[in-house]
């Protein structure tokens, strides 16, 4: 037997909770921005992911607030065209979860919990220290989604990447040592489990089940 749910007949929250419980697990943008005003925000999101390889580039899906008012966030990449991903790891992952509450506009996340900024080679948003991993990024568009308004997926195209030495060997990142954590449902977390190799098949005619 299986459960049969009509997307039409249940609520947004019940929407939200079949979304984030099922795809699992999430990746976290921790995403550094300047606003027009110079105040440096962070906040993370994890409806991110990779969205293609040549040119290079991610995307981050960040919700609207009531009344379709874009967040922080957004609202400063649309500005400014460009922002930092700083990747999560079990090293970050609590002050980056500080960093979630609703801070007001004008108040910094950054300097309220005295997050140390690094510069960045390319963007002017800065880098922070916490993280080990970082990825700046240039407005490539902004895709608005719903009717109203609902979600901003902003696209970026990566120009500049920082990895730290620990992390990178022959040419491809440790994912043990990166020691990276993802989103789950609700308040909890997850760390990377077993690893396991399934090599990709190359398919022969010869390959098919008779």
Known sequence: ?????????IDRQDKYKLLIGCIIPRPIAWVTTVGSDGVVNAAPFSYFNVASIEP???????????????????????????FV???????????????SADYPSAVSEVESL???????????????????????????QIVELGSPVTSDLILGEVVHVHVADEL????????????????LAGHTYAELGELFDRPRPVYSPESEQK
């Open 114 to 140: 005295g997050l140390e900024q690094v510069p960045a080679a390319l963007v002017k948003a800065p880098r922070l220290a916490a993280s080990r991993i970082h990825f700046e990024c240039k407005l490539h």
């Open 1 to 9: 037997m299986a459960m049969e749910i009509s997307i039409h007949e």
């Open 168 to 183: 990178y060997h022959a040419g491809r990142i440790d994912p043990k040592a990166f020691a990276p954590v993802s989103r």
């Open 85 to 99: 991903v700083n990747m999560v790891d079990v090293h970050n992952v609590d002050v980056m979860n500080q960093t």
């Open 56 to 82: 290079m580039m991610v995307s981050i899906a960040v919700m609207r607030k009531p009344g379709s008012q874009m967040k922080d966030t957004a609202r400063n990449i649309q500005q400014t065209k460009e």
